[in-house]
């Protein structure tokens, strides 16, 4: 092989000769006599000879350009229809019908004046600019975020003022809004102790007299009194179970919400590129919206004249709107179309607590703790179907992925297929459990038990879990979001 210092053709010869000159067209080194030789031969006439010592280190002039599917042969051909450079064996496989395929010397003659050359120097130039606009931009702004930064300190310093004197406001109006639900409460309470200590007072007064009767009056007064007495028990079963079932354990907290924050305003750059011919339509992706608040949108008119204890809600695939109300009175599930109008009523055995639309079916599923069963409801007709006893006191109910999940006391969770066959049963702590929803996107639970949510993974892994004060109902958004 040639040493890089020493004339290409003297060297196949055997010979050492110092190259003086380049041909970049045959792409060898010359001697000065093999120089002198090269140009004075008409087939080279027209080559470039430089001088070698202007090559120095760029490797591209001295590189064979080879062809890129056939790298064992030279691109040495042009397809003007396909505008690419190719060599022999690509015009014979894949340009053969090709009408204008051109030597490379044909090709490439006077490419140093043609537009192409201009155009592609033009746009390597607009690039340059570009990118050395959107660098010193960048250090533009990493200066302008060192100059804010007094300014910004200050403003946290005025802030920490203001915080001061809102905090002293904030305290005297929460201690006057603790003593307002104090008293608000204690009357609820009061009233309720007053009603519970009239239905006592009579309890007690017919026990005194039934033991009256018993040791003074005849077994005729007696008898009659004691069938009196069957119907004022039964009337004082049915309030108390009214008043326990209405009783609220009130717990008034202080929530402490830390939502005071730095603000970043981000824009886009004011460097932009755009190609400096062919400009194409761009289009940019909106970003997804969080959700930071809620405006009401659907009123539901409830139904008038009816005691209501509403527990649990649910929407069907025809968008109704299921309500259980376990009042001791009404024992119902009410229905409303568009989640607004009263449309019918369905009459349950026992108190209905929890309820839950099964996807892709016409069926919903309804919990009924006193008989320990889950009743299945016809979205389509409104009427009841199958019950299933499911073997212990339950409360919530969720459904998806072909499942019914049934939870309650003990802290057990039972899964159930969707006709209602018991699969599998957990337990997950010991609390009672009162609502649960079932997580589609990660086919996990979230349950509610009184004063606690967590979420649990279908083969009983704790994912989380937290203190959350009393028993409200929980509910997901569609990305997921409890």
Known sequence: MASASFCDPCSEADRSLTATKYCSDCEERLCTDCAVSHCRLNAFKSHHVIDV???????????????????????DYFCTDHEIVCCRACISNEHWVCKNVLPM?????????????????????????TFNALNDNRQSNLQSIEKCKPAVTKQIAAWKSKLLKQIDELEHELTVSFSSLQRKHEMEINKQKQ??????????????????????????????YLHQQVANIHSAEA??????????????????????KLLEYVQPSQIQYKPRKFQQAQIIAAPMKRIVGFERDTEVKLKTKVNYALRSVSITNDNKLLLTNPS???????????CKDYETEITMSSRPFDVAVIPGTDRAVVTLPDEKSIQFINTTTMTKDNKVDVGFTCYGITAG??????????????????????????????????????????????????????????????????????????????????
């Open 105 to 129: 010397e044909l090709a490439s003659k006077d490419v140093k004046k043609s537009a192409l050359f201009n155009d592609v120097m033009e746009d390597m130039t607009h690039l340059i600019t």
């Open 328 to 338: 001791s009175a009404e024992l119902k599930v009410y229905v409303y179309r568009d």
């Open 239 to 260: 309030k108390i179970q009214e008043m326990v079932f209405n009783s609220q354990e009130i717990d008034i907290t202080f929530n402490e919400k830390k939502d005071v």
């Open 195 to 224: 009603e519970i200590s009239q239905v006592l007072v009579d309890v007690i007064e017919n026990k005194n007299e039934m033991n009256f009767l018993r040791e003074h009056g005849s077994n005729n007064q007696l008898f009659i």
């Open 401 to 482: 992925g072909d499942r019914i999940y049934v939870g309650g006391e003990g802290g057990y969770i039972k899964t159930l297929d969707n006709n209602g066959k018991i699969l599998k049963t957990i337990q997950q702590g010991t609390d009672y459990i009162i609502f649960m929803v079932y997580n589609n996107l990660h086919d996990q639970l979230i349950v509610r038990c009184r004063d606690k949510l967590f979420c649990v993974q279908l083969d009983r892994t704790l994912i989380h879990s937290k203190y959350v004060s009393g028993v409200a109902g929980v509910a997901l958004d569609r990305q997921g979001n409890i």
């Open 53 to 75: 010592l202007s090559i120095g280190t760029n490797t591209l002039i001295s590189t064979k350009k080879n062809c890129h599917v056939h790298s064992d042969m030279l691109s």
